[in-house]
């Protein structure tokens, strides 16, 4: 995620320090604390949290539990992980619905923060758990607010009730209450109201707001805060607390630039939580505010559980048996590697999905450097192949694939790769698909996994076969240190403290019950 990148980073190099210490000394947890100190500061993150969060974690990590601890290091991680969560608000709190509906949203929050654009966002995630959501138009001051909240609520494919034009004509309060009124007799369970904000906080403002907020009686008053806007945010949002008041946080424009400052100060400063987060400008870009999973991507672990429920909702379960029993029986075709390339972009951007990969700031270049058109050019080039080519890609000669190539726009390298990539997944899904473990390019056998260590020997006494003396050297020299030719070798894990630890068996049979549900 882009808001913490640099915070992220810093963290990184702080703990990376860490890793050759066998035991940590006073000055060691100084050092390490008065550098996270810098980089939450840098983050702009309200002075009196850092306070707090550095005083606590120094404590935690001259205590008896790291003292004893057999991974120092790690354990000053974990302990790190812990008060993040704490200060991003412990543990998740899910929007509270009203015994008898409708329930009433309110939406809060400065001029510029993305209300709008959230309602859309919000209306289009509830539609998506059954419910049945009414926008309505209750900011009638900013120009042409009314008709971009119709605009997307038609993209969300929700209804809006606007019955003024907006650009200062109207009363606000009159309409809050009467799409309330409008949303009880049309039977919605949800009404989400847009009000009106300021370019600051203003007498105007929370009159307005607080008038509406009476009128209404709303079950939830959800602030929304821009993320790129640092510590003012937090005092924006002390200062509505203070003349509105609010239920939660949903944090917008989570994906930009911005140094992170507000979502890590907010909750702890006006002790609400942050119920919200707005990852990018789609309306698919939302998602429900996990402490614990926020922390983890902050240090780099990864988020691995958002990453399972976007993959769940993007795929088809019926779909995806029917793909297993076709990796289990080897009729696994190009045709159903086309599928579900196609339902992996359903599930978004695949630079973010791996952004949520442990590790993944190691490989901030690659993944930037990514091109989230290489599924099209793949479509592009199974397209151009015909029926029987995509159900037995071994019909796949030389003047064929020519053929493929000229008709798909790329070059025969090109549709070469593809087909080496296919059978490589294929393989790899053919071993799970029967209990295995698949061999990770670039980390060697795995015990019990598809592929036996005596082939792996074995292949190491044969060597390269290359006719070029210089490719030969080096795939020997691959050999020789265990990796794989022409594969690079994994990085480490986060914070360079090794790789991560063995999985679990409670972990496998997890795994093995997570593929058998498909």
Same mark, same amino acid.
């Given at each position: 995620?882009?808001?913490?990148?640099?915070?992220?980073?810093?963290?990184?190099?702080?703990?990376?320090?860490?890793?050759?210490?066998?035991?940590?000394?006073?000055?060691?947890?100084?050092?390490?604390?008065?550098?996270?100190?810098?980089?939450?500061?840098?983050?702009?993150?309200?002075?009196?949290?850092?306070? @707090?969060?550095?005083?606590?974690? +120094?404590?935690?990590?001259?205590?008896?539990?790291?003292?004893?601890?057999?991974?120092?290091?790690?354990?000053?991680?974990?302990?790190?992980?812990?008060?993040?969560?704490?200060?991003?608000?412990?543990? !998740?709190?899910?929007?509270?619905?009203?015994?008898?509906?409708?329930?009433?949203?309110?939406?809060?929050?400065?001029?510029?923060?993305?209300?709008?654009?959230?309602?859309?966002?919000?209306?289009?995630?509830?539609?998506? @758990?059954?419910?049945?959501?009414?926008?309505?138009?209750?900011?009638?001051? +900013?120009?042409?607010?009314?008709?971009?909240?119709?605009?997307?609520?038609?993209?969300?494919?929700?209804?809006?009730?606007?019955?003024?034009?907006?650009?200062?004509?109207?009363?606000? *309060?009159?309409?809050?209450?009467?799409?309330?009124?409008?949303?009880? !007799?049309? !039977?919605?369970?949800?009404?989400? *109201?847009?009000?009106?904000?300021?370019?600051?906080?203003?007498?105007?403002?929370?009159?307005?707001?607080?008038?509406?907020?009476?009128?209404?009686?709303?079950?939830?008053?959800?602030?929304?805060?821009?993320?790129?806007?640092?510590?003012?945010?937090?005092?924006?949002?002390?200062?509505?607390?203070?003349?509105?008041?609010?239920?939660?946080?949903?944090?917008?424009?989570?994906?930009?630039?911005?140094?992170?400052?507000?979502?890590?100060?907010?909750?702890?400063?006006?002790?609400?939580?942050?119920?919200?987060?707005?990852?990018?400008?789609?309306?698919?870009?939302?998602?429900?505010?996990?402490?614990?999973?926020?922390?983890?991507?902050?240090?780099?672990?990864?988020?691995?559980?958002?990453?399972?429920?976007?993959?769940?909702?993007?795929? @088809?379960?019926?779909?995806?048996?029917?793909?297993?029993?076709?990796?289990?029986?080897?009729?696994?075709?190009?045709?159903?590697?086309?599928?579900?390339?196609?339902?992996?972009?359903?599930?978004?951007?695949?630079?973010?999905?791996?952004?949520?990969?442990?590790?993944?700031?190691?490989?901030?270049?690659?993944?930037?450097?990514?091109?989230?058109?290489?599924?099209?050019?793949?479509?592009?080039?199974?397209?151009?192949?015909?029926?029987?080519?995509?159900?037995?890609?071994?019909?796949?000669?030389?003047?064929?694939?020519?053929?493929?190539?000229?008709?798909?726009?790329?070059?025969?390298?090109?549709?070469?790769?593809?087909?080496?990539?296919?059978? !490589?997944?294929?393989?790899?899904?053919?071993?799970?698909?029967?209990?295995?473990?698949?061999?990770?390019?670039?980390?060697?056998?795995?015990?019990?996994?598809?592929?036996?260590?005596?082939?792996?020997?074995?292949?190491?006494?044969?060597?390269?076969?290359?006719?070029?003396?210089?490719?030969?050297?080096?795939?020997?020299?691959?050999?020789?240190?265990?990796?794989?030719?022409?594969?690079?070798?994994?990085?480490?894990?986060?914070?360079?403290?090794?790789?991560?630890?063995?999985?679990?068996?409670?972990?496998?049979?997890?795994?093995?019950?997570?593929?058998?549900?498909?």
């Amino acid at each position: 995620m882009a808001t913490f990148g640099t915070l992220s980073d810093r963290l990184a190099e702080t703990f990376k320090n860490l890793r050759t210490k066998g035991k940590l000394s006073a000055a060691d947890v100084d050092g390490t604390v008065r550098e996270i100190r810098r980089a939450l500061l840098d983050a702009d993150v309200a002075l009196e949290v850092v306070k @707090d969060f550095t005083a606590t974690v +120094r404590e935690r990590a001259l205590g008896d539990e790291v003292n004893k601890a057999l991974n120092p290091a790690q354990q000053v991680v974990q302990i790190v992980n812990e008060e993040l969560i704490r200060i991003l608000g412990g543990s !998740q709190r899910r929007l509270e619905f009203a015994k008898k509906p409708p329930t009433v949203i309110m939406l809060a929050g400065l001029q510029g923060a993305g209300k709008t654009t959230l309602a859309g966002k919000l209306a289009k995630w509830l539609a998506k @758990d059954g419910h049945t959501p009414l926008l309505v138009a209750s900011d009638l001051q +900013r120009p042409n607010a009314v008709t971009q909240l119709q605009v997307v609520g038609e993209q969300a494919g929700v209804p809006v009730f606007a019955p003024e034009p907006g650009n200062g004509v109207g009363n606000p *309060v009159k309409v809050a209450k009467d799409g309330v009124a409008w949303a009880k !007799q049309k !039977q919605h369970d949800v009404v989400i *109201v847009d009000t009106a904000g300021r370019l600051g906080v203003d007498a105007e403002l929370m009159k307005q707001a607080s008038d509406i907020r009476k009128a209404i009686d709303p079950d939830e008053v959800l602030f929304v805060i821009d993320a790129m806007i640092g510590q003012d945010a937090v005092a924006t949002a002390k200062a509505f607390q203070d003349g509105v008041d609010f239920t939660g946080v949903v944090l917008s424009k989570l994906d930009g630039d911005a140094r992170g400052g507000a979502a890590l100060s907010v909750a702890s400063i006006t002790g609400r939580p942050i119920i919200f987060a707005s990852t990018g400008e789609g309306l698919d870009d939302f998602e429900p505010f996990h402490p614990d999973r926020m922390a983890s991507r902050i240090l780099d672990l990864g988020d691995i559980l958002t990453l399972i429920e976007q993959a769940q909702s993007a795929f @088809d379960e019926d779909e995806a048996r029917a793909v297993a029993e076709k990796f289990a029986t080897d009729s696994f075709t190009l045709d159903d590697f086309l599928k579900q390339m196609q339902q992996l972009r359903n599930m978004g951007s695949i630079k973010k999905m791996m952004g949520m990969l442990p590790g993944a700031g190691a490989m901030k270049q690659q993944l930037e450097n990514f091109d989230e058109r290489e599924i099209v050019r793949t479509e592009a080039i199974i397209q151009s192949m015909t029926k029987a080519e995509r159900v037995n890609p071994k019909l796949l000669n030389g003047s064929r694939r020519l053929r493929i190539a000229k008709g798909s726009g790329m070059s025969v390298t090109d549709v070469n790769q593809l087909v080496s990539r296919f059978e !490589q997944a294929a393989k790899m899904m053919k071993t799970v698909a029967k209990g295995g473990m698949p061999q990770v390019p670039g980390m060697g056998p795995i015990p019990g996994g598809g592929f036996g260590r005596g082939k792996a020997q074995q292949a190491k006494k044969k060597g390269s076969k290359s006719g070029n003396p210089a490719k030969r050297a080096a795939e020997n020299a691959a050999i020789a240190t265990g990796v794989k030719p022409g594969v690079a070798a994994p990085s480490g894990s986060g914070f360079g403290l090794g790789g991560a630890p063995a999985p679990s068996e409670e972990d496998l049979a997890n795994f093995q019950k997570l593929l058998g549900k498909g």
